[in-house]
C-alpha cells in the first residue's frame, strides 16, 4: 500500500510505556545482601549438556546458576513447590520489567497469583546492557525450543530440545508421566542467553552469549520453588538452538541458607489482592 500524506507524523508519535512500574514493591536488596553473606550451601546440581534437571529451593534462599567449564545458555522453569498451578508467567515478567532482566528485577508467577517468584540478586553479566544490534542477555521474549516447531519447519524428530528436557525433568522429579509433566512446562528465563529483535524486520535474533566459566545469575527465592533448567542443545547459541553438532557444557545450580534471623522483618509475598469477581 502506499503511504498516506502524513505517515512521518504518525511515526514520529511518542511512546507510551504500558505498564508503568515505579509503584510495584520493591525488593530490599540490601537486606537480601545481608543475609546473602553468611549463607551457607545446602545443594547442587549438575545439568548435563543436552539434558535437564531439577532443584527445590525454600522460601528465604538463594540459588545461583553458573556456567561451570564453557559457554552455555540454560533454559529455566519455575513453579510455586507446593502448587504447580503457579508458575513463571514470562509475559507479564516481559511487560513489567522489559525483554531482558538482571539485579533488582523479578520473576513474576501466573494468575491469579501474580506475586513475585523470585528476585535477582547478582548478575556478573550486567555488564553487557543493550548492544548496537538490539541484544542484551538473560531474555523473556524466546520460548524455548521444542520439538513441535522442529517438525513444522524441518520434519526432525529431535528429542533434547529444552522442551522435551524439561519435560522429562519434571517427569522424574515428580513421578508424573511425560505427558502429565508436559502440561505444566512453560516459557522460560533464557539464563546467560543473548538475543533481541532485527531492526527490520523485526525477527527474534540470538547470537554468541558472552557468558564464561565463572559467570551466574543469582536469585532470592520469594516462595518454596521447584525449579527446572536445561542446558540448551545449541551450547551458547552462537549457531544453531537445537543441535547435536554445537559445542554444549554443563550448568550448575546452586542453593544458599541464610542464618538463622538473618531475614528478620521478611515474609513471603501474598498471592495477588484482586477479588476475582470480574464485574459479577
Not at 83 to 89: A, N, P, T
Not at 97 to 118: I, Q
Not at 139 to 167: E, F, K, W
Not at 215 to 221: M, P, Q
Amino acid at each position: 500500500m502506499s503511504e498516506p500524506t502524513d505517515a512521518a507524523a504518525r511515526r514520529a508519535i511518542a511512546p507510551v510505556i504500558c505498564y508503568p512500574n515505579e509503584t510495584l514493591p520493591v525488593p530490599d536488596l540490601p537486606l537480601y545482601a545481608q543475609a546473602r553473606e553468611g549463607a551457607v550451601k545446602v545443594g547442587e546440581v549438575t545439568v548435563s549438556p543436552r539434558d535437564a534437571a531439577c532443584f527445590r529451593v525454600d522460601a528465604g534462599q538463594f540459588f545461583r546458576i553458573s556456567s561451570v567449564e564453557g559457554p552455555q545458555v540454560g533454559d529455566l522453569n519455575l513453579w510455586n513447590a507446593r502448587d504447580l498451578s503457579e508458575r513463571f508467567y514470562s509475559g507479564k515478567s516481559r511487560a513489567l520489567h522489559g525483554t531482558h532482566l538482571t539485579t533488582g528485577e523479578r520473576m513474576w508467577s501466573c494468575f491469579p497469583h501474580l506475586r513475585p517468584m523470585a528476585t535477582i540478586t547478582s548478575d556478573t553479566l550486567d555488564w553487557y546492557g543493550m548492544d548496537t544490534f538490539g541484544g542484551s542477555v538473560h531474555d523473556v521474549i524466546g520460548t524455548r525450543c521444542d520439538p513441535y516447531t522442529g517438525n513444522l519447519l524441518s520434519g526432525a524428530q529431535y528429542h533434547h530440545c529444552c522442551h522435551s528436557n524439561l519435560t522429562r525433568a519434571l517427569a522424574d522429579e515428580t513421578g508424573m508421566t511425560l505427558n502429565e509433566a508436559e502440561s505444566h512446562v512453560h516459557d522460560v528465563l533464557n539464563v546467560f542467553m543473548c538475543t533481541g529483535f532485527t531492526r527490520d524486520t523485526g525477527q527474534y535474533f540470538m547470537k554468541a552469549s558472552p557468558v564464561r566459566p565463572g559467570d551466574y545469575l543469582e536469585f532470592f527465592a520469594e516462595i518454596d520453588l521447584l525449579g527446572a533448567l536445561s542446558a540448551c542443545p545449541g551450547g551458547d547459541c552462537s549457531a544453531e538452538h537445537t543441535s547435536d553438532v554445537a559445542v554444549c557444557y554443563p550448568l550448575r545450580v546452586e542453593v544458599f541458607a541464610p542464618q538463622d534471623g538473618a531475614l528478620e522483618g521478611w515474609k513471603s509475598p501474598a498471592t495477588n489482592g484482586y477479588d476475582g469477581s470480574h464485574g459479577r
